[in-house]
Every structure is written in C-alpha cells, then in structure tokens.
C-alpha cells in the first residue's frame, strides 16, 4: 500500500513539473513575442463576442439590460473570463506587462478625466449618424432607468467592454505597434482591429466605420504613453448610455 502511495505521490510530482515547465516555456514565448500573443487574443475577444451573440436570444430576449439574478450571473462570468482571465492572466501575467506600462497611473489625473469627457462627446457625435440613417422607426425606445439597471450598466459598461478593450488595443498594442510604425499607424492599426474585432455584432459597414472612429478616438486619447484612464472613461461613458435603453448601434 506505501509503495502505491509513492509511486503516486511521485506521478503527481512529475505531472506538476511537466506543468510548469510547459506553463514556463509558454510565457516565455508571450514575453519574446507580444505583438503576436496581442494579436491572438483579439482573436479570442472576438471568438468569445460571437459566441455571446448567438447564446444571448436562447436566454435573454431583446439583446437589452435585463434586471434578473441570472443576467446578473451572466455579467459576473463574462467578467471574470474577459476581465480577469484576459486582461489579467493573458495580458499582465503572460507577458509580465506592469499596469502602469498599460497606463495606470496618477500623472495627470485631471488632465486625463477631462480628455475622457471630451472623448465621450466625440464618440457620440461620431455615433449621431449611425442614429439617422437608422430611421426613427429603428431607434431604441428610451427608458427611465432603476437603480437595479443603473448598477447592471455600470458594472457592465465600466468592467467588462471599457476595461477589456482599453487595456487590450489602447493599453497592450498601441504601443507596441509604436515601437515599430509612426505613431498615427498605429493608431490606426489598432483602430481598425478594434473594429474587425467587433465582427458577429456590428451589422452594416457605418457601424463599422463608427467603431472604426471611436478606435481613432480612444487611441488619440492613449497617444503614444498618456493615462489610459482618458480612453477608458470616454469608453465606459459611451457603454453608460446603455442605462437608458438598448444600445443605438
């Protein structure tokens, strides 16, 4: 009975070192190769977007807020699969970027609300024509949002699209992308992947050509090193709208 418990015990050491070694020589790879690892998880943002997109209508009905335990059960476990897993294992922990290299950090503070302000309003006039040619007859209905809502809204609009997107294209490979083209390349580089990324939600070229501008947008606000805390405001504020009614895209 001892000799199975050793040998045991031994196969379960050896499986744990095969692990780390194999979880070693992977963030290896990641660290030599951020770009490349950036530009899969794009892949895997839009993958688990599609999938959302298609198992949505079997549970919630309209693609809207729903005020349940289970669309708040939902929020909860796209958050911890985007927002935590993502962004903190596949981007902080893989590659051993610190927060602040993403654009965490107080150094103009101030500054960096009152861009994210200014992006918000931009953002919404670049949205004002998808709104028009829409109709009046396609425009979402308007709603006065509970206090239930306003807190799903926010949690949504602030820890899950905002926080994922913005530490991922802006935060993550903008800079990246500035190491090896002009600056305004690689704003539109990743303008133009946060766009494709949106692929399976977004519907018609406008909505495309919006999302196109809002990644101009955000992008201008990170510009080379500033606080990320500008773009993400402009993002989650955007995503707040949502409170008052389905989104208008």
């Keep these: 009975m001892s000799l199975i418990v050793r040998r045991t015990a031994l196969n379960l050491r050896k499986g744990a070192l095969a692990v780390h070694t194999s979880s070693?020589?992977?963030?290896?790879?990641?660290?030599?190769?951020?770009l490349a690892w950036g530009l899969l998880l794009v892949v895997v943002l839009w993958l688990s977007r599609v999938i959302l997109v298609l198992i949505f209508p079997q549970w919630f009905s309209p693609f809207d807020i729903h005020e349940t335990p289970a669309f708040a059960l939902l929020l909860l476990g796209w958050f911890a699969l985007l927002s935590v897993l993502l962004v903190g294992g596949g981007i902080v922990w893989l590659t051993g970027t610190s927060w602040r290299s993403l654009g965490w950090?107080?150094?103009?503070?101030?500054?960096?609300?009152?861009?994210?302000?200014?992006g918000f309003v931009l953002n919404v006039v670049a949205l004002l024509p998808v709104i028009w040619v829409r109709g009046a007859a396609a425009r979402p209905g308007y709603v006065s949002p509970t206090v239930i809502r306003l807190l799903l809204a926010a949690f949504f609009a602030f820890g899950?699209?905002?926080?994922?997107?913005e530490n991922l294209f802006r935060g993550f490979l903008q800079p990246l992308l500035a190491k090896r083209?002009?600056?305004?390349?690689?704003?539109?580089?990743?303008?133009?992947?946060?766009?494709?990324?949106?692929?399976?939600?977004?519907?018609?070229?406008?909505?495309?050509?919006?999302?196109?501008?809002?990644?101009l947008i955000y992008g201008w606000l990170r510009g080379r090193d500033r606080s990320l805390?500008?773009?993400?405001?402009?993002?989650?504020?955007?995503?707040m709208m949502i409170a008052f009614g389905p989104a208008a895209f």
Excluded at 187 to 215: D, E, K, M, R, T
């Design 229 to 239: 805390v500008a773009s993400y405001l402009a993002h989650a504020l955007g995503w």
């Design 24 to 34: 070693k020589a992977y963030r290896n790879w990641c660290r030599g190769h951020p």
């Design 181 to 215: 083209v002009a600056l305004w390349m690689a704003i539109g580089i990743q303008a133009a992947l946060f766009s494709a990324s949106h692929l399976g939600y977004a519907g018609n070229a406008l909505q495309f050509g919006w999302l196109f501008v809002s990644g």
């Design 160 to 165: 899950i699209p905002a926080w994922v997107e």
């Design 105 to 118: 950090h107080r150094e103009g503070l101030v500054k960096a609300v009152g861009l994210g302000l200014l």
